[in-house]
Every structure is written in C-alpha cells, then in structure tokens.
C-alpha cells in the first residue's frame, strides 16, 4: 500500500483530500517515536548505482535536490527537490537518481516501545513537497548525518570530525525529522480515515501498552481480551480491524522488533530467546528466521560487518 501526501495546492487547484488532522490521536503516536540510528548520510549517488533500502528497519529518503527514482511493487515513483519517503521495510525497495542529485538516507530501528508505529504505517508513505509542509524539519534533513557528497573521505578524517555528544544529538535530529515526515503525510490528505488506528478504541490502547511493556510475557488470545474487558471473539474481531493482523502476529513482531534491538546492542541470544519468553533457542530462531529470512546470528553479523 502506498500513500502520497499532496505538494500545496495553487491558488486555483484543490487537491482532493488536502485536510489538516487534528487531535490526540497523531499526537500521541509523534510521542511515541523513539529511534535508534543505523545509518544515516548524505550521498550524491552515480546515477547507474541502485541502492538498497533496509528491509527490516525504518527508512527515509529525503531529496536535498536533484530527481529520485522507485518503485513500489509494479508501481513507478518519481520524488522531485524537497520531497520525502519513508518506508517501514516491509517490502523490497531500491532507489536510483538522476544525475546531480543528493539525497539524505536515514535507516532507523524503533525502540521496543515504539515497534507499534510501523505496525501503523503504509508499506511506503510519500510526502510531495515535504520542505514546503515542514521547512524546519527539512533543513535538518538536508544537514544531518555524515556527508559522503565530498568522497573520498577516509576513516580518519571521519573520526576527526566527531565530536562528543554526536551520537545523542544525532539520534535526536532523527527523532524529529521523522515524526516531521509522519505528521507531513497524516497533515495532508493521505492516511486512512481513522489513522492511526491505535489509540482510537481506549480498551485496545490498553492491550497494545501491555504487549510493549511485556513482550516475553505468554500472551494468549484470551489474556489480551481480559486486558481490554472483551470477550475472546470481539477482542479479535476489532484488534484485526484496527490493525489488519492477528493478535498472536502484533506479539511476534513485537518480539522480533525487540529482538532486533537487543542483537544490536550486543546481548546473547540466548538470553534474548529466555527474556522474550520463547521456551527455546530453536524457537526463537525459528520465528525470527521467518520473520526475517536470517537467523539472529546472522542477521547481526550483517549489520556488524
């Protein structure tokens, strides 16, 4: 599913849909966003070169200026000056540039307490005219991370150039400019009706929090329901319609988010395995495996490499 949030409108144009949202809703998701930082630079691409976003990790793509190229599924997208893209890496997706371009490129990872907001994004979102929509935000997308527009630059002048407190500040302007891109695309015209989803039914806003707050907790169907004061067939009706997934997948990929973040930072797996309640290691590969394509220790060794 793809998303485009509208450029602005000229005096004698209306765009279909162009609305303002207001409310608790879209603010408390912004709240939420929470993000480590993967990878973030910025790049004057060869125009022959594709590259590859993340598949397991939030990405955004914002052009600083020049042309960006993609596609979702069979779907072509052309991204101008100004434009933004983000994508929750549940789908392939690869990006190509016209000649002269530079664009940022943010690859993200949501802390285990906010693993629910890509749950709640679209496969891609688009925001045409992002700078215009979020001036602020998009200055700062145009000065943060590490500037590879100037290569070659060796590691030790890489080095050099940080400074204390970089990794804080950094994970911080990511913070921002993502939530900038959300609200952009929810301002405009382009989420559901309804969006988010999450905090629109106060008894499943309970159970989402509880599965946060314990993901290794043994969670059944009816455990949950008990949690949001419903019975085991209203609860699962509604959790599907609110989310468009199962109740024991939210938990899974709750997990493996969660999962993905401890790798990160270094912990055994097998103590990943015991603290996200899986009753084995086998197990925990297993679903990780199929959530991912990699096992744990693979996956870490990827992006440790």
């Known amino acids: 599913m793809t998303l485009i949030a509208p450029g602005p409108a000229s005096p004698d144009v209306a ?40 598949r397991d990790a939030l990405s955004i793509v914002y052009v600083i200026d020049g042309a960006v190229h993609t596609r979702c599924g069979d779907k072509p997208m052309s991204l101008a000056q100004g434009d933004a893209l983000l994508t929750p890496g549940r789908v392939p997706m690869s990006v190509k540039t016209d000649p002269g371009t530079r664009i940022l490129v943010s690859t993200l990872t949501l802390v285990p307490h906010a693993a629910h907001i890509a749950n709640a994004l679209p496969d891609v979102a688009l925001v045409r005219d992002f700078a215009h929509h979020e001036p602020a935000a998009a200055a700062l997308a145009s000065q943060v991370g590490l500037d590879l527009t100037a290569l070659p630059l060796d590691s030790a002048t890489i080095e050099a150039t940080g400074r204390d407190g970089d990794a804080v500040i950094c994970r911080m302007m990511a913070n921002t400019v993502l939530a900038s891109v959300i609200r952009a695309w929810a301002a405009h015209g382009c989420a559901p009706a309804g969006w988010p989803a999450r905090t629109s039914d106060p008894f499943l806003e309970k159970v989402i929090e509880a599965i946060h707050a314990a993901p290794g907790k043994d969670w059944s169907v009816e455990g949950l329901a008990s949690v949001g004061a419903m019975s085991r067939t209203v609860f699962a009706e509604r959790f599907r319609a609110a989310f468009g997934t199962s109740p024991a997948s939210y938990v899974t990929e709750v997990r493996i988010r969660a999962a993905q973040d401890r790798l990160v930072l270094g912990c055994l797996v097998s103590e990943i395995s015991r603290d996200l309640g899986y009753s084995s290691d086998e197990g925990f590969s297993r679903a990780f495996r199929r959530r991912t394509g990699q096992t744990p220790t693979a996956w870490r060794e990827a992006r440790t490499a």
């Open 15 to 54: 765009v279909a849909g162009a609305v303002t949202r207001t409310g608790g809703a879209v603010e408390a998701l912004l709240s939420a966003v929470d993000v480590r930082l993967r990878r973030q630079v910025r790049i004057a691409p060869d125009p022959a070169e594709t590259i590859a976003l993340d």
